[in-house]
């Protein structure tokens, strides 16, 4: 290794070293920032720094002429931007269709929600249907499902279930704590009473 080489990896490994040191006290910075501030506390103020970035990006767009929108639209492929498109989509159909108006479209929104969260393995199924023809024999009355689909139905039942009897739990929590409160006043006036 000639002296010019050596020079050149010092440099890189002088290079390397204040870059290390420098993240080594941001991270020091952070974690004593943490420490006095508090996560949450933390979290707010970074998020509260970011939205101010975007606004100052706004400005200084519409200062140059730009649309910031477009501008911003840039960093992000089409395949995410379609995505990000039918999530906006969903949401608003979901506002429109939010809230209690009768029960049966309350447990037809229950039904397409739990239907939406069931994965389909399209492959399983194709072979299962050249298996089985074209479906012009009828039915297979001795078909088994297989172990793992009938440990998702399980699974999904069981957490509905869970779901229901959180929420007819909680329901009943708050009707007791109720009615403690009153037991609670009741006993509290005759002791009122009792020293009169």
Known sequence: ??????????????KKRAEAARENRQEL???????????????????KQERSREELEKIRALE??????????????????????????????????????????????????EISQITVDKDRYKLQKAKDGHGTSGVDFHNKPSKEAVDTLVSTLKTGDSRRMKKKSKEEDDTDS?????????????RCLRQY
């Open 64 to 113: 140059r002429g730009e649309d910031y929108q477009r501008r911003k639209a840039w960093d992000y492929t089409i395949e995410e931007n379609e995505k990000w498109d039918a999530k906006l989509e969903r949401r608003a159909q979901n506002r429109e269709n939010a809230g209690f108006k009768n029960y049966s479209q309350m447990a037809e929104q229950a039904y397409n929600k």
């Open 29 to 47: 910075f952070k974690e004593h920032r943490e420490k006095a501030i508090g996560k949450e506390k933390l979290r707010q103020l970074e998020e």
């Open 1 to 14: 290794m000639s002296a010019e080489e050596r020079l050149l990896k010092l440099k890189q490994l002088q």
């Open 178 to 190: 109720y009615s403690e409160y009153i037991y609670a006043m009741c006993i509290k006036a005759l």
